[in-house]
Each structure stands twice: as C-alpha cells, then as structure tokens.
C-alpha cells in the first residue's frame, strides 16, 4: 500500500530560526512529489513540485529536497516568520495511468512564536 | 483569476439529514477531485473527475455518499443521512490535465453534524 509518512507531527520554534521538516514515502512507481502549504480553515497551497530527476527546489525562503533513491524529501524553511505557522502537507504521486489518487500525507503542524 | 470555490463554507446538519456541498472548479480544468479531511489529519481521497465521467470512486466511505459533475464543471457531493462521523472538511480540488498534474484547492467546506 503507497503511504506517506511525515515527521515531525508538530513542530514550535522561534521567529527567525530555520527548520526542516520529513517526509518519507512508499509510493512506486513515482512521477513527482508535492509540498502544499495550508493554513488554518484554507485549503493547501502548492509550495513546491519535484520529479524524480530533481534534488532541490527553491520557492523563496522555502528549499524541497528529494533522494529518489531512500524515498526521503526534506522541506527547509530559512529565517522563519509568524505567518510560517501552518500546516505542511508532503503529497506524492504516481504517472499518469497508474493510480489516479495522489497520496498525501498526515501533515506537520508548525507553529512559529515571536 | 478566480480559484476553486466551494459552497456553504459552513454546514450544521442534524443527524439523519441529508446535505449538498457544491464546487466550481477553475474553468477549463478537466480533473476534479473531492477529499475528506479529518480535524489534524491530511486530506483523505473520496472521488475523482474526469470531465463528466467519475473515473474513481473508490474512497467514498459508504453508498451514503454520492458526487456528481454532470456537465464536467461544477460538481456536488451529496451526502444521505448524515452521521457524526461524517463531520469533517471536504476539500475539492481541480487540476487543468491529470491528476498527476498540480491540484489547485478550495477552501473547503466544514460539516458538523450534531
């Protein structure tokens, strides 16, 4: 069964400090893999999309890495600030004409204090 | 451009009533999906579209449920006979090709059912 794990569940941290977030998947085969962003009573914003030939990408102070390899992605939130504190959500899909359904994971919940 | 909409954005059902929770995706999209998301959870799959046709139905959680696009734009979840399970956020979201492809979310509809 494709299951996405993410750690950790919930994270607190200070205003202006950086932060990493995990996400490890079993999906296969695998086309790309999501970062959405989702505030409280909103729906998920897309932050960042990566296939499998990718290992970086950047959206502003926010940096998804991907190790096809062991199944990992990491999130890296730099210089973090109050409206950081949201829930993150790792998604992971297969290509098209596999499984229609992405598979999305638990989220973690980040809070960030002045 | 105008995103993906959902109506009511607030739902207090008493148990045993039936509800209609409605989407308009972006125009022009052909995918459309319906999740169901549990208070600190990710969203769970339940349906997916692909114009009119209802390619996957296989996370509606019982025949209670039911979702229809008719005319392969605005789509509706209907639910018979509510239970307090039931309550939750049901997210829709759209994607212009498949469902590989980026989805684009509402902001969800919350069900109480008391």
């Known amino acids: 069964k494709n299951q996405v794990e993410q750690s950790p569940q919930s994270l607190i941290i200070l205003e202006g400090k950086n932060c990493t977030l995990q996400?490890?998947?079993?999906?296969?085969?695998?086309?790309?893999l999501r970062w959405y962003k989702q505030d409280t009573g909103r729906g998920p914003v897309s932050l960042t999309i990566m296939t499998f030939s990718e290992n970086t990408k950047s959206n502003g102070r926010y940096t998804a890495t991907l190790d096809a390899d062991t199944k990992q992605s990491s999130l890296h939130i730099t210089a973090s600030q109050l409206s950081d504190s949201a829930s993150y959500i790792c998604v992971v899909s297969a290509p098209a004409g596999g499984s229609y359904i992405p598979t999305f994971g638990r989220g973690t919940s980040l809070i960030v204090h002045p | 451009g105008a995103g993906v909409s959902q109506s009511p954005r607030y739902k207090v059902a008493k148990r045993g009533q039936d509800v209609a929770l409605r989407c308009d995706p972006i125009?022009?999209?052909?995918?459309l999906f319906w999740y169901q998301q549990a208070l600190g959870q990710g969203p769970e799959f339940l349906t997916y579209?692909?114009?009119?046709?209802?390619?996957?139905k296989s996370g509606l959680p019982s025949d209670r449920f039911f979702a229809e696009r008719p005319e392969g734009s605005v789509s509706t979840l209907k639910i018979q006979r509510t239970q307090q399970e039931d309550s939750a956020v049901y997210l829709c979201?759209?994607?212009?090709?498949?469902?590989?492809?980026?989805?684009?979310f509402g902001p969800g509809t919350r069900l109480t059912v008391t």
């Open positions: 125009s022009g999209h052909v995918s």
């Open positions: 996400c490890n998947y079993t999906v296969s085969p695998f086309s790309n």
């Open positions: 979201a759209s994607s212009l090709t498949g469902p590989s492809y980026e989805q684009y």
């Open positions: 579209f692909q114009n009119e046709a209802q390619l996957d």
